[in-house]
């Protein structure tokens, strides 16, 4: 299976679904308080973000989904700066809406597309970035297992025109096992 295939991945906490302008209601409504302080850039608007991620699938850089958990669109992940020919993925672009922050959603998700990389893709790495200041991410990144592969300094311009440090980590396929037992056990303790 290709990385840029749409899929629906499920478990019985999360759905990730192929995004679509459908989910734009219930998105909408999901951003309300989320803190974009860490992103380097804000859509204008749920709309923007989707056509935006869209447009990345339809060039064949990106996979976007929907993270759907309670019937509702709570959030949006992805399959990211795609390098099919050498099988190599980041997921990214995540966010999720803070009623559903700190539960099993993130856990769930991240076992179905880290999953669906590893044992469908045959991906060869599977790299997380995030802000160097954002500690919330870089600890749940590392709980996953990634290991942080370095640090790219002043890579990107946030929206207010600061420089961004980002993080870069990554997991390979011979980690995948015991990042997937961590997975696992976290969401059977819940």
Not at 36 to 50: F, K, N, R
Not at 69 to 81: L, S
Not at 94 to 122: M, Y
């Amino acid at each position: 299976m290709l990385l840029t295939d749409p899929v629906t991945l499920e478990n019985a906490h999360v759905r990730l679904e192929p995004l679509d302008a459908a989910h734009t209601g219930d998105l909408e409504a999901a951003r309300e308080g989320l803190d974009y302080a860490w992103y380097t850039s804000v859509p204008a608007s749920v709309t923007d973000e989707i056509a935006w991620r869209l447009a990345e699938r339809d060039a064949g850089r990106m996979n976007p989904f929907a993270v759907v958990a309670g019937g509702r669109a709570v959030g949006m992940t992805t399959f990211c700066n795609i390098d099919q020919h050498n099988l190599h993925v980041e997921v990214g672009h995540t966010w999720l809406s803070p009623t559903v922050q700190r539960t099993a959603v993130n856990t769930a998700a991240k076992r179905l597309i880290l999953g669906h990389a590893f044992e469908e893709c045959d991906a060869i790495a599977v790299e997380l970035r995030t802000h160097w200041h954002n500690r919330q991410s870089r600890a749940a990144i590392e709980r996953l297992g990634a290991k942080q592969d370095g640090v790219l300094r002043n890579h990107r311009l946030g929206p207010d025109g600061t420089l961004r440090d980002t993080v870069v980590y990554s997991i390979l396929p011979h980690e995948w096992p015991a990042v997937r037992r961590g997975l696992d056990e976290r969401l059977a303790a819940r």
